[in-house]
């Protein structure tokens, strides 16, 4: 089944995450004069858990990553270099990097549940929907076509019931500009020959 189109294109949600990180930078060195260099990390911890809660793994992760070379490049001596050659430093450097990859696991774990359960609870008032049309006794051009609706929304695609008449199969119900080729036919008659699922076009 198709998952939810996101709401951001893929770049979008990178670059958010980047930019979440640096402002994550500017807030660190607003605040190195009141903390010490080691609980500056704990403000990257921001970032990863915003990254991972409005857009998942990919951009929290990234988020991580960056965020670990953010402090070492600027709030490790020597400053502005990659190298770090305090241990309390890298210490901080490795505990940002284990706390911010434990947040990234929950945080986008509980996102991916809770996506789950909304679509759960769509897929639920689809097919509630769709029970009251059949038991308030309507025709069946208005069944089919509360039946053909149901599956284009919880599909989130294009959807179509074919039947058979005489010879030949038609669609008696579309949903989602639902386009019907040869090749769906040929299914359909597969399909209803072998009374097996078939995959159209």
């Known amino acids: 089944r198709p998952a939810r189109p996101p709401s951001l294109s893929l770049i979008a ?26 609980n500056v ?9 915003i990254s991972a ?9 990234l988020a991580v990553v960056v965020g670990v070379v953010a402090f070492d490049f600027f709030f490790t001596e020597p400053y502005y270099s990659l190298t770090i050659t305090s241990p309390s430093d890298i210490w901080a450097a490795v505990v940002l990097f284990v706390i911010a990859s434990i947040v990234t696991s929950l945080a986008a774990e509980s996102r991916r549940r809770a996506m789950e359960a909304r679509e759960a609870a769509e897929r639920a008032q689809e097919l509630q929907a769709l029970a009251h049309t059949v ?6 051009s208005q069944i089919l076509q509360a039946a053909a609706t149901a599956l284009h929304r919880i599909f989130r695609a294009p959807a179509a019931i074919l039947m058979q008449r005489e010879n030949h199969i038609e ?6 500009s639902a386009q019907i080729t040869e090749a769906d036919r040929e299914a359909a008659r597969g399909a209803l020959s072998s009374h097996e699922k078939t995959r159209g076009d």
């Open 13 to 38: 949600q990178y670059g958010l995450a980047l930019m979440l990180v640096a402002l994550a930078t500017g807030l660190a060195f607003l605040a190195q004069r009141l903390i010490s260099a080691p």
């Open 41 to 49: 990390t704990l403000i990257y911890v921001l970032p990863v858990i």
């Open 53 to 61: 809660t409005l857009f998942g793994w990919g951009p929290s992760l």
């Open 135 to 140: 038991i308030e006794g309507r025709s069946q």
């Open 171 to 176: 669609a008696v119900a579309t949903a989602g």
